[in-house]
T-cell receptor
Framework: GNSVTQMEGPVTLSEEAFLTINCTYTATGYPSLFWYVQYPGEGLQLLLKATKADDKGSNKGFEATYRKETTSFHLEKGSVQVSDSAVYFCALTPGTGGYNKLIFGAGTRLAVHP | KAGVTQTPRYLIKTRGQQVTLSCSPISGHRSVSWYQQTPGQGLQFLFEYFSETQRNKGNFPGRFSGRQFSNSRSEMNVSTLELGDSALYLC???????????????FGPGTRLTVL
C-alpha cells in the first residue's frame, strides 16, 4: 500500500539553524511528493512539490529532492526563522489512480526560538 | 481570487446527532476533497468529488457521506455522531481535470467539530 513516514517532533531550533525533517515513503507506481505546512489555527498550505524522480522542489528557502532509490523526500532549510514555526506534513499522491488523494505523514512540529 | 471557504468554522454536537459541513471551492475548481484531522490518526482522506460524482473514497464507515452540487460546492454529512468523530475537517479544491496529471490542492481553514 501507500504510506508516508516522517520524523517525530517536536523539533526545536534556534533562529538561523539548519533544518532537516526526514520523510520516507512507500508507494506503488510513481507517486508525486509534497510538503505542506500548517500554521496555528489555519488550514494546510502547499510548501513545495516534486512529481518525478530527481526533481527538486523549492520555495521560501525550503528544498526537498525526490529520491527514488532511497524512497525519500527530506525537507531542508539552511537558516530557519521564528516565523517558520509550524507543523510540516510530508505527503504523496499515488502514481496510479487517486491523483487527488493525498496520503499524509504524521506531521512534525517545528519550534524556532530567537 | 477568494480561497476555499468552509462553514461553519466551529460546531458542537452531541452523540447520536448528525451534522452537515459545507465547502465552497475556489472559483473554477471542479474537484473537492475532504480530509479528517485528529491528534491520534493524523490527516486522513475521506472522499473526493468531481463534477457531482464521487471519484475517490477513503476508508471511513458509511456514516460519512458527501455530495457535490452543480456549482462545485460540496457538503459532507456525518450521521449518528460518535465521540471519535471530533476532529478538524478540511476541504481542498483543485482544478482537477483528468486523473492523469498532478493537480495542486488548495485547503480551506477547516471546520472544528466537537462531539459531546
Amino acid at each position: 500500500g501507500n504510506s508516508v513516514t516522517q520524523m517525530e517532533g517536536p523539533v526545536t531550533l534556534s533562529e538561523e539553524a539548519f533544518l532537516t525533517i526526514n520523510c520516507t515513503y512507500t508507494a506503488t507506481g510513481y507517486p508525486s511528493l509534497f510538503w505542506y505546512v500548517q500554521y496555528p489555527g489555519e488550514g494546510l498550505q502547499l510548501l513545495l512539490k516534486a512529481t518525478k524522480a530527481d526533481d527538486k522542489g523549492s520555495n521560501k528557502g525550503f528544498e526537498a529532492t525526490y529520491r527514488k532509490e532511497t524512497t525519500s523526500f527530506h525537507l531542508e532549510k539552511g537558516s530557519v526563522q521564528v516565523s517558520d514555526s509550524a507543523v510540516y506534513f510530508c505527503a504523496l499522491t499515488p502514481g496510479t489512480g487517486g491523483y487527488n488523494k493525498l496520503i499524509f505523514g504524521a506531521g512534525t512540529r517545528l519550534a524556532v526560538h530567537p | 481570487k477568494a480561497g476555499v471557504t468552509q462553514t461553519p468554522r466551529y460546531l458542537i454536537k452531541t452523540r447520536g446527532q448528525q451534522v452537515t459541513l459545507s465547502c465552497s471551492p475556489i472559483s473554477g475548481h471542479r474537484s473537492v476533497s475532504w480530509y479528517q484531522q485528529t491528534p491520534g490518526q493524523g490527516l486522513q482522506f475521506l472522499f473526493e468529488y468531481f463534477s457531482e460524482t464521487q471519484r475517490n473514497k477513503g476508508n471511513f464507515p458509511g456514516r460519512f457521506s458527501g455530495r457535490q452540487f452543480s456549482n462545485s460546492r460540496s457538503e459532507m454529512n456525518v450521521s449518528t455522531l460518535e465521540l471519535g468523530d471530533s476532529a478538524l475537517y478540511l476541504c481542498a479544491s483543485s482544478l482537477a481535470a483528468a486523473q492523469s496529471s498532478y493537480n495542486e490542492q488548495f485547503f480551506g481553514p477547516g471546520t472544528r467539530l466537537t462531539v459531546l
